[in-house]
Nanobody
């Protein structure tokens, strides 16, 4: 079992930055691929970024070059650094973990989910 708790969301102006954190407890994150998803109001959840067990990052086209996913050296926290934010980035952001990277990247599913954190970007 892995428990995930996100933090760091908030209100920011367009062009600004936020860093989301996802604190993990239970089994070590080194055993899992981890990812970030977002769900905009009235839309389905979408993949944002993932990190393989070997720390290889993957991004959706909509955030590539602006967002950076990383883990701390203790393998306890996953981060999503979000720069050059746009109003269309407004969503609830969720972190997730799964033994399968493809489940996260291609199927937008995961065994473990956080509760979500709201990010609002004003124009």
């Amino acid at each position: 079992q892995v428990q995930l708790v996100e933090s760091g969301g908030g209100l920011v102006q367009a062009g600004g930055s936020l860093r989301l954190s996802c604190a993990a407890s239970g089994r070590p994150l080194s055993l899992f691929a981890v990812g970030w998803f977002r769900q905009k109001s009235g839309e389905e959840r979408e993949f944002v970024a993932a990190l393989s067990v070997l720390d290889t990052p993957f991004y959706s086209e909509s955030v590539k070059g602006r967002f950076t996913i990383s883990k701390d050296s203790a393998e306890k926290t996953v981060f999503l650094q979000m720069d050059s934010l746009k109003p269309e980035d407004t969503a609830v952001y969720y972190c997730a973990a799964d033994s399968s990277l493809n489940a996260i990247r291609k199927d937008s599913r995961a065994d473990y989910w956080g509760q979500g954190t709201q990010v609002t970007v004003s124009s």
